[in-house]
Each structure stands twice: as C-alpha cells, then as structure tokens.
C-alpha cells in the first residue's frame, strides 16, 4: 500500500501523499529472540497461548447467519415422548392381541408336546404330537402320523397371527427406523441382536440357560414334508432335517441382514483393508493443530511455519496478525519467506502502524472465518433445528448482498448491530481484507478516533480532513452523475434538461481550461447564470470547439423554464453555508488550521477502491439535517461509483447510522449491482416511511439481508411480511358432533353420561391440512418481538439463503 488517500493541498490530484490519521498506539509486545537454526524453543512449549487455542478451535461450513466458531451440528431431533408412546402402543397392542387368540387356539386343538425326535424302530407306529416329534397320546395309536400336526393346525395360524402382527402393529416399519438410521457398525450390530433374538425363539435348544419352548415352525414343516413324501423314511440320516434348519435359519436371518446393510458394509470393510494394505508402505500423514500453520509446511515452508508458530505460542501474535498472514498467503506473494523470516508476526503491518484497535467492545470476533456474533437465535418452532441457539453472526459473505435494519429509536439498532459490524470491519481492514466507510448520525460518532485512518468531520474547524465532492473522477459526466444524484436525487423528474447534463456542460469546460473541477462556490455561480464567470469561462474555451459549443447549451438553457441549474444551485446553497467553507476542496480562503496543527489534507473516496482504509464521515448537527442528508446521499454515489473499478481484491462496505432521506430511485438500483463488485452497504432506518413510497417494493428487493427490531408498526411490519412471504404449515382442525342415538337403550346411556359428566356425548372429527401462511405477519412483527429482540432473514452471495427468524441481540 503506497497510499490512504489523504493529501496535503485542497482540491483534487491522481496521486495523493500517504500520510494517515495517525496510528493507535501498538500494544506492546515481548521482545523476539533473535533467530537460531532449527526449530524455536517456543514452538515446543507445552502451554499454549490464548491465540494458539483460538487458531485451532473447529470452524465447520455452516448455514449463512451460523456463528461458525466452535460451531456443533445439531443432533437429530428426538421423537417426542407421545410420539414415542404412541408407537410402542401400537406395536404391542396386536402382540397381546395374538397372545390372547393364540392361547384361545391352543385349547381347542389337540394337545401336544414338542420333544427331540425319538427313533424307533420301522415297523413300530408313531404316536400322538406330530410326525417330527411323535409322542403317545393317551395311548392310543394315531393310524395317520401327524393327522393333527401343525401343519393344519398351529403352523397355519402361526404364520397368519404373525402376518397380522406384524401388519397390523407397522414391525417392520419400526425396525428400519430403529436399525437404519444408525451409522456402521453400529447398524450392522444391533441388526445381528436382533436376528439372534429371533433365532433363540425358533432354535431355543441351541442357545444354553434358554428354557423356553419354540416356536412353532420347524415341526410344521417337518410334518408337511413327510405327509407330502408319504413317510419318515426321507428322514434317515437326519439329512433333510439338517438342510431344513439352514434354509430356516436363513430365512429368519435374512430380513436383519438387508436391514443391518451386512453386505454392504461388508464390502466396504474389505475394500478399506485392501486399500490400507496397498498404503501400507506411505508415510503416514501428520495432522497439525492450525496454530502449527499446516499449510505452510505442507508446501514446503518449513522456516517460516517453525517461526510463525514460536510467534503464536509466545503471544507475540494476536488474531488480527494469524488472520493478515493467513491471508496474504493465500493470495500467493513469491516473497512471503523472507519477509515472514524478517518481520515475523508483523509482516505485511496495515501502513498505520496498528495490530489491532486500542480498545475493542464486547462483541467476539473471527477473523480467520470473517464473522462478528451479534447475538443468539432463539430456538423457536419455527426456526430449524440447525439454527436453534446457534450464535447468530454476519460477515462478508451475506454483508455483500447489503443489509437493511429497521427499527425505531432505541431499539438497539447502533448498539447491537451498527457498532459490531463496523468494528469488525475495521478489524478486517487491518488484515487488509476489507475497506470500510461509516457515516455516523449527527452527534453519535461511532467509534474511537484511533480506530480509523481517516476522518472527515463536516463543519468542524478542527477536521484534519476534507471531503472530495467529485471523488477524484476524471470525466465530467461521471463526476456530473454523482454530484446531481446527490443534490436532486431525492426530487421527482424534472420536464426539461436533467440535473446531470447541465453539470456535465459545467464541468467539461472549466476542467478543460484549469485542469481541476470547480469549487461548490464556483459552481453554484455558474449555475446561478452570473454574468461575469459565464463570460469569463467561455473566452478561456474559445480555443477549444468541443467545450465551447457544450458551454452555449448551458447558457442558453439559463432562465428557461425547466432550467435544472436554478434548482442546482439552490441544493448547492446547503453546503456553501459559513459552517461548511472550504469542507468540499476546491478554491478560496483558506480554512484555518487545526487546533492539532498541520495543513488541511483532502480526502478522496476513490482512495477505498486500492487501499483497505478505515474511513469516517461525520455529519453536521444544530440546524443542518438537509444537508447531512445531501452529504449523505453524496456519500452513497460515490461509493457506487468507486466500487466499479477492477482489480480491487479486498471487501468493501459503506455503513450508514442513519439513512434517513439517503435513499434515491437511482441508488436502490446500484446497491443492487454491489453483490457482483464484492461490495455491500449496511443500512439503517427508524421507519421505512423515511423512504418514498414509490421505493418501498424495490428496496427490500435490493436488499439480500433483512432486520426487522422490535417496536416497529404494524404499516412497517406489513412491508416486511409480503417481502418474507409466505410458506406451507400442517394445521390439525378438531370439530365435535354431538351424536343423536336412535334406539332407546342408547339414549338412556347417553343421558346417564351426561348427567354424570355434565357433558353431552360427541364425536371428534380431525382434519389434518397444508394450508399456506405468513412466515411473519404485520401483528408478529409489531407486538410479537420482544425488546431486545430482532428478525432476520440473511443470503449470502452464493445465493443460499436463512429464513427470516427470532435473534437475541442481548449479548
């Protein structure tokens, strides 16, 4: 950086003399020990600095509008506990149900006993149970073996019971809630329990300490293959009976097993250890602490990582420093090592001289993720469940879409959002990552004077600085653009010739003869048609064609009707009162010199287009609030018009306290070409009746993020309710009929209930629809938030957006 855009003459030049506002004094900071071969003794101490612990503290990838610092992912929602209850009831209900038919059943059938397989001889008959476990049944002989075997039996309705159950009571449905949504291997494992539960109750004789009975499917089956077959003989050997107990075991294990995802994860098993096998013999990759600067050595700049690391265990870096380093690395510089083995944590200092501000307000601060916390979301029921008491934060990312606060007087707006943002703006510039201007509201600073580089205190005699009204411009009709934005911006369209053309048909001329734009003085004269400076400007240009012709237009359009320059010079009257002589360069008397001493010293906006300045413009007070509003609707022009130019890599952001009267048709469609040109503006309003009624629909479009504080009307919250819109909610509706009996027996009991209950019998009808709402309605807005409070709706430049939600702004 060669320059902050202060220079030591009024007026105008293209290269202005650095020499900043004076830095904050450095806090001081431990002596470096000179360097030595090898690793620092610091980097190996075991305490670690608070910076250290700051560096390597997790920044996860976040929703816009998420404090990212330390940030936690939300576990997956519980299901309430009737929800809960609600399952388990319906899952167990059809169980008992069955318990109760099946134990029903058991007493009508013929009994039986299940025992092992007990052979006898071929030519002896079975008796009783089934053909699989044949038992003596009183004894008498069953002439056809397994004629009351399950198979006709239990078997049968075995298997419906348990269709039913489990139809009826959602069982699978359950389980792969359960078991599915669990990562590997938990899911694997906690299918295989399940499927050993299962298997103890068809295999029970398999499982030792297991007393049970089983249940009844391996018998049945049994039965059936040797009634199909025509005889125990197909069991000799024990063969089948033995194929019949995998295929069983199979088809039991199966269902656990696709849930438990077994083979899939199977696979991913042995494709890992295939791949650990193959990268056996790789070095195995170190993972450092970020306070170890990792990405430094992990491309080879090992001195400068070992430095920078005994710089951050020593405390001899502050966040402000990792984050400049941090930055400048990333954008590549072919001298970083030797200037980082130079200068150590102080390379690359803002040209100040400043580390950091001389005093910072309660609001935290990430510079590595460019955030500030302004407060928390509150964990509503309509916020989702990654927003609930997540710190709420804002940074470049969704301030380059520019942010809108409305709010009266006194809910907070300077206090919890104005403040914050600019300090942390001025943090940012420190790392040279962003440029930021703050434009206080008469009579509230924001801010020390040390923590900019610039101020520009309009109407004070003891301003160092003075405000550029055409911003270093070099054509006439773009430094004619601004200057008519600001004087008649607010003004409805003029019949006749535009504002602009007649300062352009000005300008031209008097820069083509003194190589400078005229002074606000000059100009009003000019534009007033006084005789004398008319007449000297067009003999100086009577040489020049071009500007000749352009300064006859102008003199003929004097006077007319729908003159513009009347009106011109009327605005222009506001700051060439006595308070403001000589606050906006240019000739005449010169101003006397600061109490501070020293030469007045000029400032050009356009300065913030190159340089990651800290800039502050203070507005008059005691009787000029027109013109602090031309100021700042100056202000506002310039910035659009110096945030176009290319090759600008750092952030810029323009905060307005009060932008009350700022805002013009023309700038609500340049603050929305910000987004494209990395830069932004923050604004605040008490009411969006500060703004023409014909810009209400357009602004809030141009705006990405919006704050709504508490205490607004019901006509303010109206706007913001049709900007958020509305959305799709589930609604339950419950209506109750009394019921009418028709028989007499009924009606009796109906009039028993009541008198009991005092009460008349109905019957509920629930209705259960998508109806579309407000996200937040007008009466919301005004008497919902409570003080303290704000709703925020942010998008980032990415495009991704946060609905609009409740923030707690009280720390």
Not at 318 to 334: I, L, Y
Not at 495 to 506: F, V
Not at 745 to 760: D, S
Request: aromatic letters at 6%.
């Amino acid at each position: 950086m060669d320059s902050d855009g202060t220079r030591d003459t009024r007026g105008t030049h293209a290269n202005p003399v650095p020499r900043p506002a004076g830095p904050p004094q450095v806090p001081a900071m431990p002596p470096r020990p000179p360097a030595a071969p090898g690793v620092p003794q610091e980097a190996a101490q075991v305490r670690r600095s608070a910076v250290a612990e700051w560096l390597d503290e997790d920044r996860p990838a976040a929703r816009p509008g998420i404090w990212r610092f330390g940030y936690r992912m939300p576990k997956a929602a519980r299901a309430s506990e009737r929800l809960a209850t609600i399952t388990v009831v319906g899952m167990l209900i059809p169980l008992v149900v069955a318990l109760v038919v099946w134990s029903f059943w058991r007493q009508g059938v013929i009994p039986y006993q299940f025992a092992p397989l007990r052979l006898v001889t071929p030519d002896d008959w079975w008796y009783g149970g089934t053909i699989a476990s044949p038992k003596e049944f009183e004894g008498q002989p069953v002439v056809w073996p397994g004629r009351y075997a399950l198979v006709v039996n239990d078997g049968v309705f075995f298997a419906l019971l348990v269709s039913a159950v489990s139809r009826l009571g959602g069982w699978p449905a359950v389980v792969r809630h359960v078991i599915g949504r669990r990562p590997q291997p938990a899911r694997a494992l906690l299918a295989l329990l399940c499927a050993l539960a299962a298997l103890s109750l068809v295999f029970p004789e398999a499982f030792p300490g297991i007393g049970w009975n089983p249940l009844p499917v391996i018998d049945p089956l049994m039965s059936l293959i040797i009634l199909i077959s025509g005889g125990y003989e197909v069991f000799a050997g024990g063969r089948l009976e033995d194929t019949l107990d995998v295929v069983v075991t199979l088809l039991v294990v199966w269902p656990f097993a696709r849930v438990g995802g077994w083979w899939p994860y199977a696979k991913e098993r042995l494709a890992a250890r295939r791949s650990a096998a193959a990268h056996s013999t790789a070095p195995t990759a170190v993972v450092r602490p970020r306070a170890q600067w990792p990405q430094l050595r992990d491309a080879g700049q090992y001195e400068a990582a070992e430095l920078l690391t005994a710089e951050v265990a020593a405390g001899r870096m502050n966040d402000v420093d990792c984050a400049r380093v941090a930055r400048v690395w990333d954008m590549g510089p072919a001298d970083f090592r030797d200037t980082v083995l130079r200068e150590g944590g102080a390379a690359w200092t803002h040209p100040s001289g400043a580390r950091d501000l001389p005093r910072r307000t309660a609001a935290r601060h990430d510079l590595l993720a460019g955030q500030v916390r302004i407060g928390s979301w509150v964990a509503a029921e309509r916020a989702p469940a990654v927003y609930r008491d997540a710190g709420a934060a804002l940074g470049p990312e969704v301030l380059g879409t520019s942010l809108l606060a409305v709010g009266p007087s006194g809910s907070g707006k300077t206090r919890t959002l104005i403040e914050p943002v600019t300090e942390a703006l001025a943090l940012q510039a420190l790392t040279g990552g962003c440029a930021v201007v703050a434009v206080s509201a008469a009579g509230s600073p924001l801010g020390t004077d040390s923590a900019f580089d610039v101020i520009v205190r309009i109407g004070d005699p003891s301003s160092v600085h003075d405000l550029d009204p055409y911003a270093e411009a070099d054509d006439p009709d773009e430094a004619a653009a601004v200057l008519a934005e600001a004087l008649m911006g607010d003004l409805d369209t003029m019949p006749g010739q535009s504002p602009a053309t007649a300062l352009a048909q000005l300008l031209g001329p008097y820069r083509s003869v003194h190589g400078r734009f005229p002074s606000l003085l000059e100009l009003r004269e000019l534009l007033e048609g006084e005789p004398t400076a008319l007449s000297a400007l067009r003999e100086a240009v009577a040489g020049d064609e071009v500007m000749r012709r352009e300064l006859d237009a102008r003199i003929r359009q004097t006077g007319a009707p729908g003159d513009a320059g009347r009106v011109l010079a009327e605005r222009l009257a506001l700051l060439n009162r006595p308070a403001f002589a000589e606050f906006f360069g240019g000739g005449g008397a010169a101003r006397p010199a600061p109490a501070a001493g020293g030469a007045h010293r000029g400032f050009s906006l356009r300065a913030i287009a190159h340089h990651p300045l800290r800039v502050r413009i203070d507005l008059p007070e005691r009787g000029h609030e027109e013109a602090a509003r031309l100021i700042t609707r100056l202000v506002l022009a310039q910035f659009d018009t110096v945030v176009q130019e290319s090759g600008r890599t750092h952030f810029a952001c323009l905060v307005l306290d009060d932008a009350t009267g700022a805002l013009t048709a023309e700038s609500v469609r340049r603050i929305q070409r910000l987004r494209s040109k990395n830069a932004g503006v923050v604004l605040a309003l008490r009411t969006i009746g500060d703004v023409p009624a014909p810009l209400h629909g357009p602004l809030y479009g141009a705006f990405g993020c919006r704050m709504a504080f508490s205490g607004l009307t019901t006509w303010d919250g109206s706007r913001f309710a049709q900007t958020w819109g509305t959305e799709w909610v589930e609604t339950t509706e419950v209506a109750k009929h009394t019921v009418f009996a028709d028989q007499p027996m009924t009606r009796a009991i109906h009039a028993l209930r009541k008198m009991v209950t005092g009460k008349a019998v109905t019957t509920e009808a629930v209705t259960v629809r998508q109806v579309e709402r407000e996200r937040w309605s007008a009466s919301e807005l005004a008497h919902g938030v409570p003080p303290g409070h704000a709703v925020l709706s942010l998008t980032n430049v990415k495009g991704e957006h946060a609905p609009p939600l409740l923030v707690d702004l009280r720390g």
